[in-house]
Nanobody, 115 residues
Framework: QVQLVESGGGLVQPGGSLRLSCAAS????????MGWYRQAPGKQRELVAT???????NYAGSVKGRFTISRDNAKNTVYLQMNSLNPEDTAVYYC?????????WGPGTQVTVSS
């Protein structure tokens, strides 16, 4: 059993910043990748950023240079620092955890960018 607890979403003005956190607990041995995806209304879920256990990072082109993913392996926690937010970043953000061939998802946290 794996649990993912997300925090840090909310309402922010364009140009503002937010920091998302996702803490994993349970049977989490052998984590291969952690990351964030998002889904805007009427759109498919898309990758935002991922980080492997070895520290390899991948960003979506739309967030590169604005978002920073990091991870604390001791705490089994992944973070997403989001800067220079714009209305197109409005979505539900989901934490993802990959253990071997199994995917786990958090319940999602809403991020709304609006003036």
């Amino acid at each position: 059993q794996v649990q993912l607890v997300e925090s840090g979403g909310g309402l922010v003005q364009p140009g503002g910043s937010l920091r998302l956190s996702c803490a994993a607990s349970g049977s989490i041995f052998g984590i291969s990748v952690m990351g964030w995806y998002r889904q805007a209304p009427g759109k498919q879920r898309e990758l935002v950023a991922t980080i492997t256990s070895g520290g390899r990072i991948n960003y979506a082109g739309s967030v590169k240079g604005r978002f920073t993913i990091s991870r604390d392996n001791a705490k089994n926690t992944v973070y997403l620092q989001m800067n220079s937010l714009n209305p197109e970043d409005t979505a539900v953000y989901y934490c993802h955890l990959g253990i071997l061939v199994t995917d786990y998802w958090g319940p999602g946290t809403q991020v709304t960018v609006s003036s």
